[in-house]
């Protein structure tokens, strides 16, 4: 029987991505400056095993290494993050040119393998310097970042044509600033607010730098982790409970890029947490992006639970379902919700799926291989759903796996995998999973086999 083929369009950007603090190490090398996740990691405690991201992949001096494992599986994009410290120790003023030379040597290397780069500003990894003036809380960090939009852009605008700006702001905002897991550790959830009003600013004054200082093949977004919302039964409470986390993880950023506003039941909700907006803000927040990248990992399913934090709500999780290592449950029609209701409630001109992958326990056999089973299921998956969005209007021009290799999660440090490589870290050897070489079949056949 001959294989049937999900093809996808001709022109579809197949990628993976990374952000600088996960891989790049040499986090005080060459002039650069400290960042909040440098000094948090290094706080006892705030870190699974207290793992740093000092040397994390080393990529900083292993990038040829890496973009020629790109190479070898075919990929077309690469989406990944700038590290502002490296490039302005001070997070304002003085420039780095050893900083800015990486990324340039970087670009150039991509390029010469035809593998476009797609440069997140913001993967969260602020200078601590300004962290110390009020971080993301003080306004004056978004006439920062608009600064420091224009110096990347100089330096890289006549290579690289696509841009995100940040990636992820409500995990900076409410991880960073309400539940305190993440740097600055603060819990407050009027901070937090406030900080994804300044996140919002400073993306639109980013965007319209890089329009500015750019050329007319500059494209410019930002990417969102959105999920999708089902109330736990069709009881009022919990439709009420489901839209209400709609509201604060998707449509709090959503609606003031697209449509200018933020969401009228939230600001309701939100009552006296509301965060200062001044005449005018609003519209430039709404400037027109160019693509909107969506990171999907997991859906939650929301109970009203009147006693549980500010929202009142809690999330069950289906005893019978698969779960990955972050105890997300896998449910690849999520994907295609989202993409859909993205593209009827806010039609961007297209849409890219910046990350969506997924953590399991990865052994390195005695052969030396590691057999990521669940990874490759888990990516076919979401593809095939991919696959019918697009098929159904979506306009959907590409797809990152998150992540090209194993790198430091965050406060989970080195115990969850996400990578399409597996990294040994006391020997930085790099080999290739299972899963990368099933991705390398599917970018050469441009679709995924049945
Ligand atoms: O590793 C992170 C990434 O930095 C942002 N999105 C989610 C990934 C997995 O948790």
Sequence with gaps: MSEKILKFPDDFKWGAATASYQIEGAFREDGKGLSIWDVFSHIPGRIQEDDTGDVACDHYHRYREDVKNMKKIGLKAY?????????????RGKINEAGLDFYDRLVDELLKVDIEPFITLYHWDLPQTLQEKGGWKNRDTVGYFSDYAAVVSHRLGDRVHSWITHNEPWVV??????FGTHPPGIMDFSTALQVSH?????HAGALEVLKNTGNDKTRVGITLNLSSAHPA???EEDIKAAKIFDGFINRWFLDPIFKGSYPPDMLDY???NVPEILPGDMGVISRKVDFLGVNYYTRHIVKANPEEGILGISFLKPGEAEYTEMGWEVYPEGIYEVLKRVQDDYSP??????ENG???QDRLDKEGKVEDKKRINYLKDHLCHIHKAIGEGVRLKGYFVWSLMDNFEWT????????LIYVDYPTQKRIFKESAIWYKKVIENNGISQ
């Design 358 to 360: 997924a953590a399991f």
């Design 412 to 419: 989970y440090g080195y115990s969850r995998r996400f990578g």
């Design 79 to 91: 989406r990944f993050s700038i590290s502002w410290p490296r490039v302005i120790p001070e997070g």
């Design 270 to 272: 939100y009552k006296d």
């Design 349 to 354: 001109e297209s849409i890219y799926i910046t």
């Design 173 to 178: 905002s409410f991880l960073g600033h309400a």
């Design 233 to 235: 039964t069709d009881k």
């Design 198 to 202: 300044h996140l919002l600013l400073s």
